[in-house]
C-alpha cells in the first residue's frame, strides 16, 4: 500500500530534551516536506526537500532541522524542544513533475512541556 | 507562490450541491490550481487539480474561468462525511527549483442533515 507512515503519533516530552520525528514513503517520491498545524494558523511549512541531500527551509524553520541521506526517509529534527513547539506535525511527499500532489502522513501529536 | 483567498466556512444541507470559490488574483502563467480536503486530525488529501477550463474526477469537479484569477470547488450531492476543511493552493508543482506551497486556514464546510 502507497503510504507515508510517521513516528510517533504521538509525543509528550520536555523543554530541551533532543527528539527526532521519523518520516517515510514508499513511493519513490522525490519531494517530502514538514508541516506544522496550529488552531487559527492552518498548516505551515517548515522545511521540504527536492532530493536526496537536498534541503531547503520553508515558512518557520526555526527551532528544526531535517536531513534526507535516503530518498525514503526525511526525519525532524528537535535539537531543544520548546513549548511553543508544541503542535500537530505532518510529513508529506510528491513524485517530480506533479509536486503539487502531495502525499500526507497521519500526524505526530507533540506536546512539549 | 500566487496568494488564496477562500471564505473561512461554510454550510449545507445533505444532498445539496456545494460550491466553494478560492481567488488567486495573482496566478502565474505555469501555475496549477490544486484543492485539498481535510479531515480533523488527519492529514490533507489532495482531492482535484487544473489549469484551465473543467476537470471532473470521482469526487469534485474543478471549474477555472478563462483568466484563472478565481477557481470553483463543486462537491456533488454532499454528504455527512463531507464535513471537513478545503484548502486552495496556487503553484507551478512541476519544476525543479524549489516548493514551497501556501495552504492558508482554508475553508471550513459543515454538512448538516
Known amino acids: 500500500e502507497a503510504q507515508v507512515t510517521q513516528n510517533p503519533r504521538y509525543l509528550i516530552t520536555v523543554t530541551g530534551k533532543k527528539l527526532t520525528v521519523t518520516c517515510s514513503q514508499n513511493?519513490?517520491?522525490?519531494?517530502m516536506s514538514w508541516y506544522r498545524q496550529d488552531p487559527g494558523l492552518g498548516l505551515r511549512q517548515i522545511y521540504y526537500?527536492?532530493?536526496?541531500?537536498?534541503?531547503d527551509k520553508g515558512d518557520v524553520p526555526e527551532g528544526y532541522k531535517v536531513s534526507r541521506k535516503e530518498k525514503r526517509n526525511f526525519p525532524l529534527i528537535l535539537e531543544s524542544p520548546s513549548p511553543n513547539q508544541t503542535s500537530l506535525y505532518f510529513c508529506a511527499s510528491s513524485p517530480k513533475g506533479s509536486y503539487n500532489e502531495q502525499f500526507f502522513g497521519p500526524g505526530t501529536r507533540l506536546t512539549v512541556l | 507562490l500566487a496568494k488564496t483567498t477562500q471564505p473561512i466556512s461554510m454550510d449545507s444541507y445533505e444532498g445539496q450541491e456545494v460550491n466553494i470559490t478560492c481567488s488567486h488574483n495573482?496566478?502565474?502563467?505555469?501555475?496549477?490550481i490544486t484543492w485539498y480536503q481535510q479531515f480533523p486530525s488527519q492529514g490533507p488529501r489532495f482531492i482535484i487539480q487544473g489549469y484551465k477550463t473543467k476537470v471532473t474526477n470521482e469526487v469534485a469537479s474543478l471549474f477555472i474561468p478563462a483568466d484563472r484569477k478565481s477557481s470553483t470547488l463543486s462537491l456533488p450531492r454532499v454528504s455527512l462525511s463531507d464535513t471537513a476543511v478545503y484548502y486552495c493552493?496556487?503553484?507551478?508543482?512541476?519544476?525543479?527549483?524549489?516548493?514551497?506551497?501556501?495552504f492558508g486556514r482554508g475553508t471550513s464546510l459543515i454538512v448538516h442533515p
Open positions: 495573482n496566478i502565474a502563467t505555469n501555475d496549477y
Open positions: 513511493m519513490n517520491h522525490e519531494y
Open positions: 526537500s527536492m532530493n536526496v541531500e537536498v534541503t
Open positions: 493552493l496556487v503553484g507551478e508543482g512541476a519544476s525543479g527549483g524549489s516548493y514551497i506551497p501556501t
